[in-house]
């Protein structure tokens, strides 16, 4: 029975693999486009911004700026897996530029990012887990439980962009004798936020615009850390699992989430989490199709199909009223398990 579970796991890993073959070659030009458009608007709406002298017209240009740089933000998610132009210097050189100005420490992230798709629903080592298991929740403080009931307006509102530089650098520096390349990654973030932001700060000084700046910075961090923090947590919550091969964990282990082909693009096809999660090479641009294959192939096996919840608003509004914790995970079997967190 057991040989014939493992061939059927196989088979099942084979063909899934067949089906999404040709749908990894990267378009360098639809991920230049994605990556021009949204940094022109950016940059278009911070140029507007700092033209007008109305107090409140600047603050309402920058926070959509900020909603703008969010989105180029997750353009950089794409190169760290090589699928936004495919140019190895572009990808490299090209987010740490754009994000360093943030202090966002792209190259840590890159670095435990890869641990993350390898222990999603697997190991709760994950250095992007967000959902508490039962034991962390009943061993903590009454302090840290009232946070974790209370955690996605904490995390989105509260702790923003702030606290996802600070968890990024923790979990870097947790993880830096599991990762040697870690402290040479360290010491190049270090490096290009201090000669980025001092340059930015010595013209502002110049310019005696540094209060202004401040409140520029603020408001960005404010915007984009709280989409960056819905996205973080919408991608896994209350998903965790494991199932019987890394493949199939990664496709209901994460959520897809229904919404317009636009907001898809604005994302980067992240929207099909679990898609991008069981074959991370596939560009942004052919993970609505990859989904419809492997679906047709979860039909075959008569196994449960990848579900499509409601989009990012209806889907976080929900799961911010119903917090739940990770179960005992039993490693021999599946488990997806949850328990309400008591009120």
């Known amino acids: 029975m057991g040989d014939r579970t493992m061939t059927s796991t196989i088979s099942l890993s084979q063909e899934l693999q067949q089906v999404t073959a040709d749908l990894h070659r990267v378009n360098a030009w639809a991920g230049l486009l994605r990556f021009s458009v949204i940094g022109l608007i950016f940059l278009s709406l911070v140029t507007l911004a700092w033209s007008v002298s109305n107090t409140i017209l600047f603050v309402s240009l920058t926070a959509l700026a900020g909603v703008f740089y969010a989105f180029w933000f997750i353009c950089t998610h794409d190169t760290i897996h090589r699928t936004l132009t495919g140019w190895t210097w572009f990808d490299s050189v090209i987010p740490r530029l754009i994000t360093w100005p943030m202090f966002w420490p792209y190259s840590l992230y890159s670095e435990i990012h890869r641990l993350h798709h390898g222990w999603n629903g697997i190991d709760l080592r994950d250095p992007e887990r967000v959902q508490w298991t039962w034991q962390e929740y009943q061993q903590a403080h009454p302090l840290l439980q009232w946070y974790v009931q209370h955690q996605w307006i904490c995390d989105i509102f509260l702790l923003g962009g702030f606290g996802m530089i600070f968890k990024t650098f923790i979990q870097a520096l947790h993880f830096q004798k599991l990762v040697p390349r870690i402290r040479r990654q360290l010491l190049i973030d270090v490096t290009g936020m201090l000669l980025i932001n001092g340059v930015l700060l010595t013209i502002v000084i110049s310019q005696g615009e540094l209060l202004r700046y401040l409140l520029f910075w603020l408001i960005l961090?404010?915007?984009?850390?709280?989409?960056?923090?819905?996205?973080?947590?919408?991608?896994?919550?209350?998903?965790?699992?494991?199932?019987?091969?890394?493949?199939?964990?990664?496709?209901?282990?994460?959520?897809?989430?229904?919404?317009?082909?636009?907001?898809?693009?604005?994302?980067?096809?992240?929207?099909?989490?679990?898609?991008?999660?069981?074959?991370?090479?596939?560009?942004?641009?052919?993970?609505?199709?990859?989904?419809?294959?492997?679906?047709?192939?979860?039909?075959?096996?008569?196994?449960?199909?990848?579900?499509?919840?409601?989009?990012?608003?209806?889907?976080?509004?929900?799961?911010?009223?119903h917090p739940s914790l990770i179960g005992e995970v039993n490693k021999s079997e599946l488990t997806n398990r949850h328990h309400m967190i008591p009120a």
């Not at 493949?247 to 898609?275: D, E, F, I, P």
């Open 221 to 321: 961090e404010r915007v984009m850390g709280a989409i960056g923090q819905t996205r973080d947590h919408l991608e896994h919550y209350a998903l965790w699992g494991k199932f019987t091969s890394h493949q199939l964990t990664q496709l209901y282990a994460c959520r897809n989430l229904k919404t317009s082909s636009l907001a898809g693009w604005l994302m980067g096809g992240l929207n099909y989490h679990a898609v991008h999660h069981a074959f991370p090479n596939i560009p942004f641009n052919r993970l609505p199709e990859a989904f419809e294959r492997i679906q047709g192939v979860l039909q075959k096996h008569n196994l449960p199909l990848m579900q499509m919840e409601p989009g990012y608003f209806k889907s976080a509004y929900w799961l911010s009223y």
